[in-house]
């Protein structure tokens, strides 16, 4: 698969007889899809030569598969790159700190040989300032799209050198960093130096020192400004910045802590309809309502409302389409949601806090919630929910009713002794046989959640799934077995506190003719360890992450230790084993084991 | 694949003697772990406990590899490698829930965890192992005998193994087990115990997760008897009664 650069473009066409060079060069790049781009690059070598030249972006789903050489080698005149680092458990501190991930080798390479490169994404990634520094120094005359999503390792030094050097940005993305905060000169920088700024981000990151200021003379300065997203920052401090800001869409964040009857005097955007305020609380709500039917987007996850606050915001929002909060929403919330957003698309229900007296006592979700959802929803095509309580009835609802539906994710809240009807084992294969859009599964149970048989019934009706979670589905070895028949799509596979044996696992991954990338935790270990050398096999690399017990220490000063077991991480890659494992980590060799391949 | 069983026969003794080691070093309090803390940005210190650094330093191999051929085991079992083999794994085979046994040959060091307690005998003659494991598999009754009879040779344990909890759910093992390691596969009745990962909580996401500390310390803060918390930008104080009424219906409420 190697290119060679002097096959350019100039050769006569023999392989392929009426379609010539002008022709293809013309269509080619009007192909987007990289599954159709994957297709095209296998046709012929021609073919892949012209898709290596004309692709204008990449994703690489995990750094690792590859290396920063074989992506130059091939696609050379990229101009967009999406790279993810940690596994997605790093988003619920299940993956030590140091895993991996790191950015330098690849933001080197940028650096060096990507001239068209003009959106960089990384994600869950590990950013040193240094990093910052040398992309901004090398690519800031031409970069556009800074995302810098979920990372941890930088500081503001680095974001300053940002602001300075890439005054090309249109958009600058900080979400969920962790960020070592100095000082807030990096915004300053940015307001200074941007005039095309549209859309700026630093949704729940830590900072705090940013000015308001800033934020007014970026609103001023950059008459594109469309979505703004932002840490704690008293509202009534933003009245001039939401002044203007002229043709804001999107804002998020802030914070509600003085006199709720002071925030009349916030008067928003004209064009505002997708909106999040943090704390915004059930005196504060009404600020919102004289442009709730406006309203596209709405983000409530940080918001102080409870069940009845939900039902009277949401009945206002004829036109929501998008809608995330928690589980204090409860089942009235979801009925109202049913009966008033006939447009819903995406709806995210995040579990709420398990203290007691902290949420609303009716902010339950069940199967009542998610039955109505189904039918009065029937655009839906992003459904995540953690229930408290489900039947396999609602399930069929949802299989019956979401045709759209190309993502369904649930979780069972462990808080109830008793669910009303497991095993979920016919409601699980109905959604799966009603919803044929269906491209991602999650589905996180307990024990006697489902069966075998309901895992099997996975495997046989999820023909074009490619990423799943199963969490403490099954009650054997057989059932992952079966599983693994099925699913021919099946790229990507988490499996958390399931009760698989390592041998039941490599077999499996043996099974799944699509698998490029396993993560397992909560197994049932060999004594050996050995047994996961049934899956060994070229280019296949095996990592684990041993148990850990891992003490946190919150900031007064309580200590709770935690018991993390231990994880299996699986995945294809070109570039052989890693070569930056930290301690936590321990890759399985089978050469070094004198396993045969 | 012809070799493998060999192998991983050798492997799967070289592993367990390791693992036995490892917790002969613990129970005798001499036990270095490596800890890194890490603050992250909320201050929180993550302290990871790596039972493995302990391996890595010690093995002359530069990467700590669960199955590295290479580890001088000579290192660590002073004993010839291919006698305490067999023994081993004659002895794991009768391994009890909640006692497995640790035994090596030549500091002829027993190792017996039971009920939560480690306890170590030094020079503990090999041939009376058998004995012992015998009496223990009798059952209820002659295991507390043959406990009785270990009781009157017994060291102190240490106080670092008192703060091992032995309830199968914990101690990290080079067998990387999800925490039932120690729960040997034959027994039925702890077969609900065994799944995977019954000690697994659902894991919260990291942003609710700073936003519910976030929301506890506003609740705080606006509590008008509490200290000013400087996280949050409180509102100008109030020293009115009318106004700090205001305040308290909003603590007492649900929606906090």
């Known amino acids: 698969m190697e290119l ?11 392989s392929q007889p009426g379609m010539s060079d002008v022709i293809l060069g013309c269509v080619v790049p009007y192909i987007d899809d990289p599954k159709d781009r994957d297709a095209v690059s296998l046709v012929c070598r021609r073919w892949y030569e012209l898709d290596a030249l004309t692709r204008k972006h990449i994703t690489i789903a995990l750094c690792y598969t590859t290396s920063p050489d074989r992506l130059r080698r091939r696609f050379r005149h990229l101009e967009s790159l999406k790279l993810k680092g940690k596994p997605r458990a790093a988003m619920f501190n299940l993956i030590p700190e140091d895993w991996g991930g790191y950015v330098t080798p690849w933001v080197n390479e940028i650096a060096e040989n990507f001239n068209c490169l003009r959106s960089v994404h990384f994600r869950r990634m590990i950013v040193k300032d240094s990093d910052l520094e040398v992309l901004a120094r090398s690519r800031g005359k031409v970069l556009q799209v800074l995302k810098l999503d979920k990372c941890s390792g930088f500081s503001t030094d680095g974001l300053l050198q940002v602001g300075r050097m890439c005054r090309q940005l249109r958009t600058l993305f900080l979400e969920e960093s962790s960020i070592i905060e100095k000082d807030g000169q990096w915004l300053h920088e940015l307001a200074v130096n941007n005039s095309v700024l549209m859309t700026l981000n630093f949704y729940m990151t830590d900072l705090v020192k940013v000015s308001f200021e800033d934020l007014e003379l970026i609103a001023r300065n950059c008459r594109n400004l469309a979505s703004v997203k932002i840490s704690d920052c008293e509202i009534l401090d933003l009245v001039g910045f939401f002044r203007a800001a002229s043709v804001l869409e999107e804002f998020c964040g802030g914070s509600f802590n003085d006199q709720p009857e002071r925030y009349t005097v916030v008067s928003f955007p004209p064009r505002l309809c997708r909106l999040g305020l943090t704390y915004m609380g059930k005196n504060e709500m009404p600020i919102v309502f004289p442009f709730a ?39 009235r919330g979801l009925e109202v949601l049913a009966r008033s957003c006939k447009r819903l698309k995406r709806l995210r229900i995040e579990r709420g806090a398990d203290e007691h007296g902290m949420e609303d006592e009716e902010g339950v979700v069940s199967q009542r919630g998610l039955m109505a959802l189904a039918q009065g929803c029937l655009e839906l095509e992003y459904l995540a929910v953690y229930v408290s309580d489900i039947t396999n009835a609602s399930l069929q609802y949802i299989g019956t009713y979401s045709k759209n539906l190309c993502d369904f994710r649930l979780v069972l809240l462990d808080r109830e002794d008793r669910i009303t009807d497991l095993p979920l084992d016919n409601g699980v294969r109905d959604l799966l046989r009603g919803c044929e859009k269906l491209r991602r599964f999650a589905l996180y149970l307990r024990p006697g959640g489902l069966t075998d048989v309901g895992l099997g019934y996975i495997g046989q009706y999820s023909p074009k799934v490619r990423w799943m979670l199963l969490g403490y589905v099954g009650g054997s070895d057989a059932g992952i077995l079966e599983f693994s028949k099925g699913c021919p799509s099946l790229q990507k596979l988490e499996v958390r506190g399931c009760c698989f044996s390592e041998h039941a696992l490599a077999a499996s991954v043996m099974q799944l003719t699509s698998l490029r990338y396993l993560w397992v935790q909560g197994y049932r270990a060999s004594k050996s360890g050995c047994d996961l050398f049934a899956m060994a096999r070229p280019f296949w690399n095996i990592e684990l992450i041993p148990a850990r017990r891992i003490v946190m220490t919150d900031h007064v000063g309580e200590a709770d230790v935690v018991e993390d077991p231990a994880h299996i991480l699986a995945y294809y890659s070109l570039a052989g084993p890693r070569a930056d494992f930290p301690e936590t980590v321990i890759p399985l060799d089978p050469l070094a084991a004198g396993v045969e391949l | 694949m012809s070799n493998l069983g060999q192998k991983s026969a050798e492997r799967a003794s070289f592993v367990n003697l390791l693992s036995q080691y490892l917790k002969e070093k613990r129970s005798l309090g001499d036990f270095s772990v490596g800890i890194s803390s ?43 490698f291919g006698a305490s083999c067999s023994k081993e794994d004659n002895i794991n085979k009768t391994d009890l829930r909640k006692k497995p046994v640790a035994v090596e040959q030549k500091n002829a060091q027993l190792t017996i965890f039971f009920n939560g307690q480690v306890v170590v005998y030094n020079d503990f003659p090999a041939d009376k192992v058998n004995e012992i494991m015998a009496l223990a598999n009798q059952g209820s009754s002659t295991a507390s005998t ?45 077969e609900r115990r065994q799944y995977g990962g019954s000690d697994l909580r659902i894991a919260r996401r990291n942003s609710l997760h700073k936003f519910f500390e976030k929301r506890k310390d506003r609740a705080a803060a606006r509590a008008p008897y509490q200290l000013n918390n400087n996280r949050v930008r409180l509102p100008p104080p109030k020293p009115e009664e009318g106004q700090s009424s205001k305040e308290t219906p909003r603590n007492i409420d649900l929606n906090l």
């Not at chain 2, 925490?179 to 027994?187: K, S």
Request: net charge negative; aromatic share 2%; hydrophobic share 30%.
């Open chain 1, 4 to 14: 060679n650069d002097d096959n350019k473009v100039n050769k006569t066409m023999t």
């Open chain 2, 146 to 190: 043959g406990v009785n009879v270990a009781d009157s040779a017994m060291e102190k344990p240490s106080s670092n193994a008192d703060k091992i909890d032995t309830n199968n759910t914990d101690i990290p093992d080079l067998n990387v087990a999800s925490g039932t390691a120690n729960t040997p596969d034959q027994d039925p009745s702890v």
């Open chain 2, 38 to 80: 890490k603050p992250d940005s909320k201050g929180q210190q993550a302290k990871t406990i790596n039972f493995l650094s302990h391996v890595a330093n010690s093995s002359e191999s530069s990467r700590p590899n669960i199955v590295a051929s290479n580890v001088k085991s000579a290192d660590f079992f002073p004993g010839s």
């Open chain 1, 293 to 331: 039917s406006l309203l596209k987007k709405l983000d409530l996850l940080y918001a102080l409302l409870d069940t009845e606050d939900h039902c009277s915001l949401i009945q206002r929002c004829p036109n929501l389409e998008v809608l995330e909060t928690r589980n204090v929403i409860g089942d």
